[in-house]
């Protein structure tokens, strides 16, 4: 199997990808009584990490920031653990990038490009079978979105056969950075050329989910980033049949982009989990696949994240009267579904999920949706699905972030800071461009 | 972990900066109990060991070596010496090398034109090669920070001809400056040339402005003073307090607050860089209001609020800001919020944003120009500090 070398950039890449490490080292090694699954275990233990011979097992990563405070955070809160960072797989500087798109993909870019690519080749070298990069970090910083366009371009020079996983994380709508819709903008713009697929994550999205589902009163980042790894980690982890003696997955981020990303205009994915609870709840509650489905059939329908405040009442039959294009509901270019659970492989969702009217007259009916089974359960959850889709749902965010970015474009406010480090009008012009083919080529679906 | 110079021009600009030295050393002996010389006491002091009356510099290293004699990465510069006398002889001496000052006999005369152009010219050189030999004894210099007043003749006429010093030798270096003005009832009567000549240069030559309205402070410590005597605090045990220090020591916790998020760390991290580039959307309009929640004018002293989200509210408050000015109603360009404390997450900032959101007007183009920090590191005795930073159209400037 296909091992995957995660490039953790900014301080968001970081912390996201520490939790992720967390949860997939926690389900790679928790025991089950089966020992089928040790298969299960290997698999997901040799994709993400690195077998010492003193007992630990090392991250397969690689972590960049152009300050040291995150990295050094994340390197010691795995004292104790049994898994830690491989010694001087980390670049840091020291000045930090400022929110600053230029000044991380002009100024900083071009200086550590060698040490990043250095860093890179040995942890590759590491693996037996390499597959491909998952590449975390934020829109609306200045290093992970700025350096982190770079980093994506430079991936794609020197690994063309790599397959890029690029989940980004979009900013608060109701404003985290005040220059985040620019950054935003300008990264997307370099990573949609590069990555093999982007998917988007939301602060909003991922704040309601601990507020309203999982309870938590004070959210914070940190729970936010467990929510955002427990996500990631249900579409990473291997999937395998117990009949079977192989495993499904032979290179999870090759499968994942063939599966879903069948034309480069549309790479754009999103990613929904049922179910969510906290810990205390989780004893009193029970799982059944149909009621999973209905609630997850009625996200994709309605482009919710979450199974609560659902709007019940759009369906897919078409209203009386009115005319093709003005269904309600959210098309997609094609969907993957994992079912992570006791009873999954009896239980199909094919019919449901694959139907037609979801999706466009181009695209076959096999390559509209797939379901990946697993008996094998996931985070204590007994049953879960989770539904990983390229379709529409990224329209809504993109169109916030390129309003805004072109109202502040309009008054040239901010642009002096850009300007100063090389980067020019026209960049600007061309990266609205781009965003808003992306838009189009959706919208028109 | 990168450093900033300290440059304290002028009477006020030194007393502001004993006070902030003063609450620096308490802040970092409260943060690293142990005394170990690390990357967040590097931003402002130097390790030093002194052989036979030279001074070396001890390197940093692993980060785990103790703590040996800290000197401050500051230049002192005064054309009388009677106040750098009297820091040199008070408690925060040590931290001093007697190379970082520059100093004459005579002083300005409260004219501009005497600081600016006759004191700069001649003491240009010297202050440029003590600004070089500090430069070069930090890895990563970020920012120099200027602090003077504008009222007066050497802080606003020397004060102001040092920023075009920084500007030749450290184009790259950010200059952030801490300027005072006059209050109304100023006894210098020649300060509104000077604060409106030392304006322009600031708006020409600096980075980034904090100004500071001397009214705006003396309002606040009267409240806090009011507050005292109503018996709700206890009386502070400040000895020796002299009568400007509670005002200073206002404007040494913005300094304070302002780099707390670059020297500790936070969840979500905002370094001096990511000021400026959030809250200038134009080169010239560079000046920007601070407000302190909950203020503190020694460090006996806190003024806790209700409960946290007061404590976002009283930020918009006419009467905590360091300059007067009504943000109500004022049109804001941009505002960074940050907040240092354990308990205080995401969605406490969230919370509050969206609620003060609905009270306060935002320029058109930058409808959610909110800059956010969590910083987990508070100074002693105070749970949580909130701090802001705004950009909004000035109403009027002093005179």
Redesign the interface.
Known sequence: MAATVTVQLG?CGT?IGHELLSVLHEEATFYHHKDRLKDYNDIAMKTFFNDTQCGKHEARSVMIDM????V??AVQDTTGKEWRYAKSQQFVQ???????WS?GFKVHAPKCKDAIIDLIRKEIEKCDYFGGFLLLMSLAG?TGSGLGAFVGNVLRDNFPRATVLNPVVCP????????QNYNAVLSLSHIIAVSDAVCLLHNNQL?EI??RLLG???????D?NKVAAHQLASVLLPIIQDKQSGSRFQNVLNDIASALVCNSRYKMLDLKCVPYMSPHTMAFNTFQWEGLAKRMFQMMLTDHHMDEGLNWRTTLTRPHGKTQRSSTYTKYVSSLLFMRGQGSTSYDLLTQFGDSRLYPTWIMPACRNSVWKTELPFRGYEKCIAFLSNGTSCVKSLNVLTE?AW??F?????L??YYKYGLEESDFINAFATVENVIYSYKTL | MTQSIMIQVGQCGNQIGCRFWDQCLHEHAFYSKNGIYDDAISSFFRNTETYSDETYDLPMRTGSNKINKLKARAILVDMEEGVINELLQGQLGEIFDSKQLITNSFGSGNNWAVGNKEYGTMYREQIAEQVRKAAELCDCLQCFFVLHSTGGGTGSGLGTSLLSILQDEFPEVYRFVGAVYPSSDDDVITSPYNSMLATYELTEKADCVLPINNQALINICNKVQQAVRSGKFEKPTEKNAKPFDAMNNLVANVILNMTSSSRFEGSLNVDLNEIVMNLVPFPKQHYLVSSLSPLYISKDVALPPRKLDQAFEDLFSKDHQLMLSDPRHSLYLACALMVRGKNVQTSDLNRNIAKLSRNLSFVNWNQEGWKTGLCKWVQQLIIFNTFLLQQFVLQWICF
């Open positions: 301080q912390q300050e040291p405070k995150a050094n955070w020291k000045s930090g990038s400022g929110n600053n000044y200045g608060y709508t109701s404003g985290e950075v005040a220059v704040h601990c507020h938590i009163k004070q959210v914070s980042f940190h936010m805004k109202d502040m309009g008054s040239k406010a901010y002096h800071h």
